[in-house]
């Protein structure tokens, strides 16, 4: 049982995925207590058992902030898969309600717009919001290649045309991935995820060397909350798609199993590149189209 804390234990929203049950270990690791809001649809509860939690629906927003405060919770790790609901499905309670009313119509924009009014709803709720690197700094990498294949002098090209694109989705905060191959945008990621574009992309790819997964921070995206994530399943549906790599932002992205990753990267001879994305502005082919 978690003992009592000066700092209070950690509360972990968590959606799907492992990085919720990453940051839980990192926390029993450290010694630090931790309680957990599990959203319904996308963490199981069965992987919390013996964790002081409540399971509610993506509209209760305003019963996890009375139980967060019932635990004394005031750390909050917002962490893990979710898919935004639509407004109608919403159903909000009626602290989610007020909160809403207050956001305005910051609550059905853009994924950034989003996050930094939920956000600043639970500064003023007296939460510290915090990203999931404060609990695992292994989940990022330096500047880099990570195994043991390397891009081609195409693959390059590929990655500074897709550096391009994306930053332009970013800027008007629709998404934070493309794929391109010889030049050409095979897809951009919006809001149906990496894994869907990978999917969608595999039947567009043209003869020759494969294409190549781009994955950035959006422009002014918050490092601290809301970052790409990246794992084992992306290489796997990387290597599905044929594609021949994947670059992602040096200390920019979530790995969710580093070690997994590199592993079935070098089995399938696909490369994992950390890049600083300035670095490959102005690189793309010329006359690349989309």
Not at 22 to 27: F, K, S
Not at 66 to 90: E, N, T
Not at 179 to 186: A, H, K, M, Y
Not at 196 to 211: C, I, K, M, Y
């Amino acid at each position: 049982m978690n003992q009592p804390h000066a700092e209070g234990p950690v509360g972990i929203v968590a959606g799907g995925g492992a990085m919720p049950l990453q940051v839980a270990a990192a926390c029993r690791a450290t010694g630090r207590p931790y309680v957990a809001v599990l959203l319904e649809g996308f963490a199981r509860p069965g992987d919390w058992v013996g964790v002081p939690q409540i399971a509610i629906r993506l509209g209760a927003a305003g019963a996890a902030i009375d139980w967060l405060k019932g635990q004394g919770a005031r750390q909050l790790v917002l962490v893990g898969d979710i898919r935004r609901p639509s407004i109608l499905s919403l159903r909000p309670d009626a602290g989610a309600a007020r909160h809403i009313a207050r956001i305005g119509m910051k609550a059905f924009s853009g994924d950034d717009t989003l996050l930094s009014a939920i956000r600043q709803v639970l500064r003023e709720e007296g939460f510290d919001p915090v990203g999931p690197t404060r609990f695992l700094a292994e989940a990022q990498a330096p500047s880099g290649l990570l195994t043991r294949a390397g891009p081609s002098a195409m693959a390059l090209s590929d990655i500074a045309r897709g550096v391009a694109v994306v930053r332009a989705l970013g800027a008007v905060d629709v998404g934070q991935g493309a794929v391109v191959q010889q030049g050409l945008v095979l897809g951009v990621e919006a809001i149906e995820g990496t894994d869907a574009l990978l999917a969608r992309v595999g039947g567009l790819r043209r003869d020759g060397p494969g294409g190549v997964l781009v994955k950035l921070v959006k422009p002014g995206q918050d490092r601290e909350v809301d970052m790409p994530a990246l794992g084992p399943r992306t290489v796997e549906n990387a290597v599905a798609a044929g594609l021949s790599g994947i670059a992602f932002e040096a200390e920019g992205a979530l790995l969710l199993d580093r070690a997994g990753m590199v592993e079935r990267a070098n089995s399938a001879g696909l490369f994992l590149l950390a890049i600083h994305p300035d670095d490959h502005v102005g690189a793309a082919t010329a006359g690349a189209a989309t």
